[in-house]
Structures are given as C-alpha cells and as structure tokens.
Nanobody
Framework: VQLQACGGGSVQAGGFLRLSCAASGLTFSNYAMGWSRQAPGKQRESVAGIRSDGSTYYPDHLKGRFTISRDNAKNTVYLQVNSPKPEDTAIYYC??????????????WGQGTLVTVSS
C-alpha cells in the first residue's frame, strides 16, 4: 500500500490550501481515509476523516475550516483548508484504515507533506 501526499508548501495566512493524497495497492473505496497532522513539539492529531460512504468526521475545534473529500475513481483523498492560520503549520499525513475516527495499528500512512503558514 502506498499513500502519496502532495500539495504542501508555504502559504499565507488567510489564503487557501488544498492537499491531495493518491492511494495505490488497496481497494480504495473500501477504506476510510483521513488526514492527521503533527506540529513541531506536539503529538500527532487527527484533523479529518471520511468513511467509504462519504460521511465525514472533524474534531470539534476544527469544524468549519477543514473539508475532506474523496474521489473513488481517482483513488484520491483531499483536504481543503480555508483561511489557514500559522498554528496550522505542521506535517500533514494521509491515512487509510477501517475507521474514519479511530486510529489503529493496522492503518496505512503516507509519508507526510509539510505545510508552513506565514502571517
């Protein structure tokens, strides 16, 4: 299984950010997909999840600015961040698993893409 994330880089606060993650080696439509991030000195946290039926999950404190979506025909999951803030600076990882909310030891992870938000 390979998860290739891209779209990271430097972005201005208040701008627009869209990450994508292409999956291979798995039956994509059967998996829940998710995005997590890890900021310097902090633990990895889940920022969004999307189930195989397209229903989504967001932590309460991130609702409204983050949007996750998937294209099963392209085996790709997306994360859109509206009005990114400097505190969104982190390495963003995509994940494939059986649960959109709970991370498990059986999840597959991509290599991560660095997002830097400048004020």
């Amino acid at each position: 299984v390979q998860l290739q994330a891209c779209g990271g880089g430097s972005v201005q606060a208040g701008g627009f950010l869209r990450l994508s993650c292409a999956a291979s080696g798995l039956t994509f439509s059967n998996y829940a997909m998710g995005w997590s991030r890890q900021a310097p000195g902090k633990q990895r946290e889940s920022v969004a999840g999307i189930r195989s039926d397209g229903s989504t999950y967001y932590p309460d404190h991130l609702k409204g600015r983050f949007t996750i979506s998937r294209d099963n025909a392209k085996n790709t999951v997306y994360l859109q961040v509206n009005s990114p803030k400097p505190e969104d600076t982190a390495i963003y990882y995509c994940r494939a698993g059986r649960n959109a909310v709970v991370l498990t030891s059986r999840d597959y992870w991509g290599q991560g893409t660095l997002v830097t938000v400048s004020s």
